[in-house]
């Protein structure tokens, strides 16, 4: 039976032979494993790493802002760490649209330290990026960082933008001040810098030179380690700050980073090992970031002066923040009305 439309003098093309298939076949099997092996020796500028524990409400939206980048050469590497909710599908579905999207799964929870370092063992490109799921990233945030890093030269190893802080609802609450552009050429004088003005760290989320992440310790299983590690990249290298307001935050009562959790619930969340409801633990900042910059891949002399210099201007901040604490407690005492005698 004719199909519609089809005419009685129409003739059926000629019938190639087996061989002439077989060949057609093998030289398309080649080309498309040219281009396979071409696609896999190509290296993208940047590796996005999106370390997820049940992301589910906000991952859409970080999807969303990475794939409207205006720089497109990059790659994300998803890292699930055995998510219960609808987090793994969500990946699954954006990945079926977008090659760029490399996934990969635990089969438990190892917690945010592994998860985190996991990402940067599996990149590719030679610059960095950490993707947290609750935060948004502005259009031009990757192309602004990467021409940053670019024009800067080798010694600055760290490239963020400025900080907008948003609520559950991504309504804006505020701009924020990181105030880290690190430019001296002395790493004293860089980690001084630092102890003096980190508090959020949102600079751990900004674009960062692979290679040089990787020779630090990155992220530690203990409460604070972000801390620990932009002190030790500090050290290294010099950090740039773009002026543009290109990262939004988002503060809300999920948040991993929320300051509002106690610290057994947040050491459990850097280590699973850790019991959630355990005792809290130490605090103990400073011989952990003394600890970093000591083994920091630097000469001896900018491993000790940068250390002296993180404990001294340390010192000084939380001298400065008991004063502070005192007065405002001595200020509350003198405000408390008297109490009245009974007649």
């Not at 000469?299 to 005192?326: N, Q």
């Amino acid at each position: 039976m004719r199909s519609p439309g089809s005419s009685a003098s129409s003739e059926s093309p000629p019938k190639s032979s087996r061989s002439e298939q077989v060949a057609n076949m093998s030289a398309e099997t080649a080309s498309a494993d040219r281009v396979v092996r071409g696609a896999l020796r190509t290296r993208p500028r940047v590796t996005l790493g999106m370390p997820l524990y049940n992301a589910e409400r906000y991952l859409a939206q970080a999807f969303d802002g990475l794939l409207a980048q205006d720089f497109g050469d990059f790659e994300i590497v998803v890292s699930d760490n055995a998510s219960t909710d609808c987090t793994w599908s969500l990946c699954q579905d954006y990945a079926a649209r977008d090659p760029r999207i490399r996934l990969y799964r635990s089969t438990e929870n190892l917690g945010a330290a592994y998860n985190y370092n996991r990402t940067v063992e599996l990149a590719r490109a030679p610059l960095f990026k950490w993707v947290a799921y609750d935060d948004v990233c502005s259009p031009t945030l990757l192309s602004r960082c990467v021409e940053t890093l670019d024009a800067a030269g080798p010694r600055t190893v760290l490239a963020y933008p400025r900080t907008l802080l948003i609520d559950d609802d991504g309504a804006e609450i505020g701009p924020y001040r990181d105030g880290l552009d690190l430019r001296s050429p002395h790493a004293f004088r860089r980690v001084a810098g630092f102890a003096r003005n980190w508090s959020l760290c949102n600079a751990v989320f900004g674009v960062v030179r692979t290679d040089v992440l990787r020779s630090t310790g990155m992220i530690r299983p203990y409460v604070s380690s972000d801390v620990v590690l932009l002190a030790e990249l500090a050290a290294i290298g010099r950090f740039r700050e773009v002026p543009e307001r290109l990262f939004r935050r988002r503060i809300h009562a999920g948040s991993s980073r929320q300051s509002g959790k106690d610290l057994a619930t947040a050491a459990h969340w850097f280590d699973t090992r850790r019991p959630a409801g355990g005792r809290p633990p130490k605090v103990r900042l400073p011989r952990r970031v003394t600890s970093a910059l000591l083994s920091a891949p630097l000469p001896w002399h900018d491993r000790i002066g940068s250390t002296a210099a993180f404990l001294s201007v340390w010192g000084y901040r939380k001298t400065h923040i008991r004063a502070s604490h005192l007065k405002h407690a001595l200020l509350d005492r003198t405000r408390t009305p008297a109490a009245t005698e009974a007649p």
